[in-house]
């Protein structure tokens, strides 16, 4: 179980987030969603230990996963909006490099990197320099990246923003194969598409929570109605 307990972050004396709280079960992946400037980003940044809350914790095995970074990280697999790539490398080369960085042993980084290039759909690329790839291709093997130790909490910030259809449509296959062994976090505005695998969407505005709207099982087309509208509430 993976719980958000009233965080809350500050930049330059305007409140950011105020007291988020949240659970993601095992298995689960939810949508967050909310105009821009609402508070995604930075939600994201501080549950994986790249901005500093200033109140609140994240409870992972009954523990507090922020006063043990190192170990939280170990477990955590995180890809923001704007993710970076060694261009000149391949993308077999840049996986097991940042396999090793990860501190993997050098016996299961091959395993490693095959696995995740398989789960990503990038194997016939794996001797490609990235330089080379498409855009939606990059995005795919920084998600490899991402998932390349099996992380239990995978966090995605604005994944399918610039995607074709075609690449929306893989990308939710592989984000649901993720959700198999991790809870997962994802935002951004394409909801139609999140709709598809998420279990609940929580708009995010002003900082706070403003709607917890279930998502699984439901009509789709509705619940991407809902959603939107509930922005548009909090907006005005």
């Given at each position: ?16 987030l ?12 939810i ?10 980003t930075t939600?994201?940044?501080v549950?994986?230990?790249l901005a ?8 992972m ?10 170990k939280?990280?170990?477990?955590l697999?995180?890809?923001s909006?704007?993710?970076a ?6 993308v ?7 396999a090793a ?10 395993r ?15 001797k490609?320099?990235?330089r080379?790839?498409s ?16 992380p ?7 994944f ?14 592989i984000i649901?194969?993720?959700?198999a062994?991790a ?5 951004g505005?394409?909801i ?10 929580l708009?995010l505005?002003?900082?706070?929570i403003?709607s917890?709207?279930?998502?699984a ?13 509930a922005?548009k509430g909090?907006k005005?």
């Open positions: 179980m993976f719980e958000v307990r009233n965080i809350s972050f500050s930049y330059s004396q305007r409140k950011i105020r007291d988020v709280s949240f659970v993601v079960s095992p298995g689960e992946a949508g967050i969603v909310g105009e821009n400037g609402a508070g995604k939600l994201l940044k549950l994986a230990t500093c809350p200033e109140s609140g914790s994240v409870i095995d009954a523990q507090d996963a922020l006063s043990r970074p190192l939280y990280r170990r477990q697999g995180y890809l909006e704007t993710p790539l060694y261009d000149d490398m391949t077999k080369a840049y996986l097991e490099y940042r960085l990860k501190g993997e042993p050098d016996k299961r980084i091959r490693r990197v095959q696995e995740a290039t398989e789960m990503c759909s990038i194997v016939e690329y794996a490609t320099p990235i080379k790839l855009f939606g291709l990059k995005k795919r093997v920084a998600l490899a990246d991402a998932v390349l130790l099996r239990r909490v995978l966090l995605l910030d604005d399918l923003a610039g995607l074709d259809f075609g690449m929306r449509e893989a990308a939710s296959n649901s194969t993720v959700a062994f809870s997962v976090i994802v935002t505005h394409e139609a598409d999140m709709a598809k695998w998420t279990t609940r969407f708009v505005s002003g900082g706070v403003s917890v709207i279930p998502a099982g439901a009509d789709k087309e509705q619940v991407v109605s809902r959603v939107e509208n922005i909090a005005s």
